[in-house]
């Protein structure tokens, strides 16, 4: 199975210089690197993080030479990003030069920073491993080879093959054991053009913070009206790689009226797509909350967006929810020297925090969302301050972090399982309903009603109709939770019963 991808956008460009006479020398050509990573992790790991540190290309002939590599894209600092959190989501590693030319090598560099499992037998629920990654430095060979074109955008994938690379034993359980395996794909050029060209890719859930605003064009493409750089994985330091998000007469702003009254250190979620030139433009923009990464009294942060499941929900006498633990795979912006990623964090209810589902996530049901529509599982935004925890008395152990939450959004999410059956097939056999077992025991094996329209993607699959019991699914959407029975495309759905609204159905190889 094919679980992590990494597109490849290559476009060129010439630099000349001039030497002390009048002779000219023309440099070889170069260009944009743009690494898209998209991932399908497998069941219960909750994060897989990786710490990417190099990925260069060895021209053809020169495979036996050592460290004759011509293109160099530096990781500075080291790109950090948990697969876990990107299953059938895009997000974008590097953008870098390469000179054009053939490549028949790919050099990967990178380490596992953490594998972490889920094991309800565990109080906190956590498995943390001991990894052993056989090779950090493993080279792939492109057959046929990467051909980087000058004057023209060039498209490749590179897949990891999680199932193959995280080893497990006999009971299907993780072991810590990581064997890295990875190929790459060249895909044809773009062709056509226009303002927004869609041939590449569309990145529809990228997510991040805003680090500055430009309210001119910065590209050849006249109909850009300003961009914004928005900073994705990296700890919030002035050097960490960064991806200008251009703006369009078209683009849909959500939380700010226009660029104009865009502010430094938003968390943001875009819908973007690459345009002929390699440029990101965004479709949808929804901004969320201003955010301080820095402490200011006590350890506590003014706001942070903290990201990750929902492990527990804690509940008065009347069965109100109260507080809950999450699992925070991700902050942004992310202050390194006060926050701690992959980590329990314990979310104070009783604040009143806003409750929103995210817009980048369907809801062709107009299904609501509040604190009776938390669920275990559910992949969470939490803005608010935090607390770090204090050093217990005695010990040197830490309670978990704290947080005072001003919102909290439902964010879109891929969950995977088998189907258990097909309970509605419309005419079209794209509306209906079915029910997902999911394999991940955070959802303790309780069915999901996913529930589908004519928007909805099938891949992999024609339709409903083609669905079937053998092998696993993977559906992307918004997972609902709904405490009181309800009616959705003609089918009752009980109650207390996670409902999934699929933007897309995804059959695994």
């Known amino acids: ?27 070889a050509p170069t260009g944009t690197l743009i690494t898209i990573v998209h991932d399908v992790p497998i069941c219960n790991a909750i994060t897989a993080a990786v710490v990417v540190q190099n990925l ?47 490549y028949d090598q790919a050099n990967l560099s990178f380490e596992l920073a953490n594998l972490v499992a889920y094991d309800p037998t565990l109080l906190p629920p956590i498995h943390t ?18 051909v980087i074109t000058a004057n023209r955008a060039n498209v490749m994938v590179m897949d990891f ?16 054991q990581i064997k890295p395996v990875v190929s790459f794909t060249q895909l044809a050029s773009a062709s056509g053009s226009g303002v927004i060209n869609p041939t590449f890719t569309e990145l529809d859930d990228l997510w991040g913070f805003v680090r500055s605003i430009s309210n001119t064009n910065t590209t050849s493409n006249p109909t850009y009206t300003g961009s914004f750089q928005m900073q994705l994985l ?34 943001v979620e875009v819908d973007a797509v690459l345009d002929a030139q390699g440029n990101l433009a965004a479709k949808t923009v929804e901004v969320q909350a201003v955010e301080d990464p820095f402490p200011r009294i006590s350890g506590v942060t003014a706001s942070t967006a903290l990201i990750g499941p929902i492990l527990s929900i804690q509940t008065d ?24 990623l992959d980590a329990v964090y314990q979310v104070n209810l009783t604040a009143n925090p806003t409750y929103q589902a995210s817009i980048m996530g369907p809801n062709f049901a107009n299904l609501t969302f509040g604190p009776q529509n938390l669920a275990v599982g559910q992949e969470v935004i939490v803005h608010g301050a935090y607390t770090r925890p204090a050093t217990t008395t005695g010990s040197t152990a830490k309670l978990p972090y704290t947080v005072v939450p001003t919102a909290i959004f439902l964010k879109q999410q891929a ?95």
Not at 3 to 9: E, G, N, S
Not at 59 to 81: M, Q
Not at 323 to 338: F, H, K, N
Not at 457 to 474: C, D, E, H, K, Y
């Open 234 to 267: 990296s700890p919030s330091t002035a050097n960490a790689p960064a991806v200008p998000i251009n703006i369009t007469a078209s683009s849909n702003l959500v939380g700010v009226t226009d660029l104009k009254h865009l502010l430094t250190d938003s968390y």
């Open 129 to 146: 491993f001991s990894v052993k990654l056989t090779t950090p430095k493993p080279v792939i060979s492109l057959n046929p080879p990467l």
């Open 415 to 509: 969950m995977q399982g088998s189907l258990n059956s097909v309970v509605q097939i419309g005419s079209d056999d794209e509306t209906g309903v079915f029910i997902l077992t999911p394999c991940c025991t955070l959802q303790e094996g309780t069915p999901i009603y996913v529930v589908t329209n004519n928007q909805t993607t099938f891949v992999n699959a024609t339709g409903l109709g083609s669905l079937t019991p053998l092998g696993s699914i993977l559906v992307k959407g918004m997972p609902y939770y709904e405490p009181q029975a309800t009616t959705i495309n003609g089918v009752t759905i009980p109650a207390g019963t996670m409902v999934v609204q699929a933007r897309q159905v995804h059959v695994l190889p």
């Open 1 to 27: 199975m094919k679980i992590a991808a990494i597109i490849v956008l290559a476009g060129t460009l010439n630099a000349c210089s001039s030497s002390s006479s009048s002779t000219k020398v023309t440099k």
């Open 317 to 340: 006498p009347a069965g109100n929810p109260i507080s809950l633990d999450m699992w925070v795979r991700d902050a942004e912006p992310d202050d390194t020297s006060s926050i701690l």
């Open 56 to 102: 260069t290309f060895t021209p053809v002939g020169n495979g036996s030479v050592a460290g004759y590599i011509l293109t160099t894209p530096s990781f500075a600092p080291e790109i950090r990003l948990n697969l876990q959190q990107l299953r059938d989501f895009s997000t974008i590693l590097y953008e870098g030069s390469v000179r054009a030319g053939n």
């Open 161 to 176: 093959n999680v199932l193959s690379m995280l080893a497990t034993d006999t009971s299907g359980d993780l072991t810590g």
